[in-house]
Structures are given as C-alpha cells and as structure tokens.
C-alpha cells in the first residue's frame, strides 16, 4: 500500500510562508490525484487543495486560494503545499491524501490514503 508522510510544518509569523512536502512510498503516485486537508482544535476537517496526477488541474479552497499552491513532482514522488500570506487562522494540522483516481477531488470520502500529518502554526 501506499505510505505517506508529510513534513515541512512549523511555527511561523502572520505573513510568512512554509512549503509543506508529502513523500510517498510503498507505490508511486504518479497517477494518482492527490490533496491536502487540514484540521484546526474544534473544528472538522477540512478541504485545501488538490491536483491531478499530472499537475494538470487543480482546486482550492476558497480561503487559500490565491495564497497557497499544491505542485507535485512525480519524479520524485512528493507533492508540495505552497502556503504564503500565512493567517493565524490557517493554524491547523495538514494532512496529506492519495486516491486511487487520476483526477481532482474535495472530499475527504474521495480519498484512500492519509498521512499522519504535520503541525502548522501561524502566530499573530
């Protein structure tokens, strides 16, 4: 089966950026679609992005859009979250996900494989 493993997270200031990267192993995942979730205390879990196992779409959240990029390399089997403009409310765990389908999805049912996650924290 597929592993996935996501690293990259940490503390940073409003404003700031982090790169989150998701490696995968066990089976490439180059055509798989693949995307990012995230969970706040008290909150549900939630979309962020997804792309397709080319790169050749994509889809975010609105509250993301136009801050953060999702980008894959296939060659290296990694996807990436580009997060910029960081908001404290975008504080969260960040999940990292793989379905069995090459194309774009939003919701967590979609989705077969999950990383354990990485902390994001965004201080005022």
């Known amino acids: 089966q597929v592993q996935l493993v996501e690293s990259g997270g940490g503390l940073v200031q409003a404003g700031g950026s982090l790169r989150l990267s998701c490696a995968a192993s066990g089976r490439t995942v180059s055509n798989y679609g693949m995307g990012w979730f995230r969970q706040a205390p008290g909150k549900e879990r939630e979309f962020v992005a997804a792309?397709?196992?080319?790169?050749?779409?994509?889809s975010y959240a609105d509250s993301v859009k136009g801050r953060f990029t999702i980008s894959r390399d296939n060659a290296k089997n990694t996807v990436y979250l580009q997060m910029n403009s960081l908001k404290p409310e975008d504080s969260a765990v960040y999940f990292c996900?793989?379905?069995?389908?090459?194309?774009?999805?939003?919701?967590?049912?979609?989705?077969?494989?999950w990383g354990q996650g990485t902390q994001v924290t965004v201080s005022s």
């Open positions: 792309i397709s196992w080319n790169g050749g779409s994509t």
């Open positions: 996900a793989g379905r069995y389908y090459s194309g774009v999805a939003v919701s967590e049912r979609s989705y077969n494989y």
